[in-house]
């Protein structure tokens, strides 16, 4: 039997998913991680952008948002704020929020809107990037 | 002895007191389902956090950031969630007393919600700020708060934040509760309603050393603000949750007990209504018997 991980990903408004897998790769602010069982204790940041999850020969990619990852050895938790799996991506929503965000940034904005506007500008991103690569 | 008309009049406004506290409950009834859904759902997000907390504070070695600091004094900031509105049953007033209960030369009051900065004002305690939050509270307003005092306890205005807040634990008992928030020198597994897990204890005393990415500063230095606002964020979901589940307990015994004066006052009305029939019969039948003889 291969060794596993348990992975928990959760949101503010629900805990997304929660399941034992055997590899993990994750976008850290300073690069992809690919995570297998016996990982060293890490603690990092994440950036808005994709997740890949395998478990048996199945690999689900989900869009997640900034946030936190905690790893060891026989767990990996992530707290983001956002984390939806590509199959219930809807690309033209996501290009709208897109466009959008887009739209917002060429107005003047104080710190609070902008970041916000970032935070949905790269939400939108990862999400379309996402559901792009794994049209088919 | 009030007429039939005193009673009818009195029989109408109970009615209509009625049909306004059963308004109310409806209303209310709706509102708690969603502010219950929603304050639950945080929790997983809040205990994880939490045990990412404990775990990570616990491993950073010497780093120290200035919101972990412990420091000697006993000046005292608290944030007090209550809520906008009255009509609560015991919620607000459960509340006040928890925070009566401290030294009002040492304690200055962060609100949020409006019952809470007239109880501070009326019992002449001292008020930093004032905060608004809407019925489903936005994370942006959370922020607000949780902003405000760490600047205060950054600043060293103050040695320690609390917060009081009523904690949701089922549509008939809402419990006010003081938390800690501030320093987060020794962070407790213990948040917005939610238990810390034993295992978290566990992991916590093998010996493992993490690593940080980029460098526990920079971690550390985006999760505890992250963390202060979640924090508050919850206890805000928590509060209003408590809150629509009180007012709709609340108005749901207001308006059966309209219900049972209703029906008592009719009962009183029928009586006297007889009698009156029952003395307008004996005096026409006396006076008939008066005049045949």
Known sequence: MAETLKLEIVTPEETVYSEVVEMVTLPGIEGELGIYPHHVPLMTQIVAGELLVRKGNVETALAVGEGFAEITGTHVSILTDMAISSAEIDEAVAEEARRKAEARLEEKLSVEESAAVHASLAHSLAKLKVKRRHRN | MPSTRDIRRRIRSVKSTAQITKA?????????????????????????????????????????????????????????????????????????????????????????????????????????????????????????????????????????????????????????????????????????GVEGEDSSSELTKGAVEF????????????????????????????????????????????????????????LEYNKLRQANITRELLEITTAQMAMGN
């Open chain 2, 24 to 192: 109310m409950q409806m209303v209310a009834a709706s509102k708690m389902r969603r502010a219950q859904l929603s304050a639950l759902a945080g929790r997983p997000y809040a205990t994880l956090m939490n045990k990412v907390l404990a775990e990570v504070t616990h491993h950073a070695g010497d780093f120290n950031h200035p919101l972990m600091e412990v420091r000697q004094g006993d000046r005292r900031a608290v944030v007090l969630i209550s809520s906008d509105r009255g009509l609560c049953g015991g919620l607000n007033s459960n509340l006040m007393r928890e925070a009566g209960k401290l030294d009002k030369d040492k304690t200055v009051f962060v609100c949020a919600g409006r019952k809470g900065s007239q109880f501070v004002a009326r019992t002449k305690r001292k008020l930093a700020a004032e905060f608004t939050y809407k019925d489903t509270p936005l994370f942006a307003e959370a922020r607000a708060i949780s902003r405000f005092v760490q600047e205060m306890f950054r600043k060293g205005e103050v040695d320690h934040v609390d917060v009081i807040y009523t904690n949701f634990i089922n549509t008939l008992t809402q419990k006010p509760e003081r938390v800690p928030l501030l320093p987060l020198g020794e962070i407790r597994a213990v948040g917005a």
């Open chain 2, 211 to 266: 690593l940080f990415e980029p460098d526990p500063a920079n971690v550390l230095g985006a999760l505890l603000p992250h963390y202060l606002n979640f924090q508050i964020y919850q206890f805000l979901l928590e509060a209003k949750a408590s809150e629509h589940s009180a007012r709709m307990v609340a108005m749901k015994s207001a308006t059966d007990n309209a219900k049972q004066i209703i029906k008592d006052l009719t």
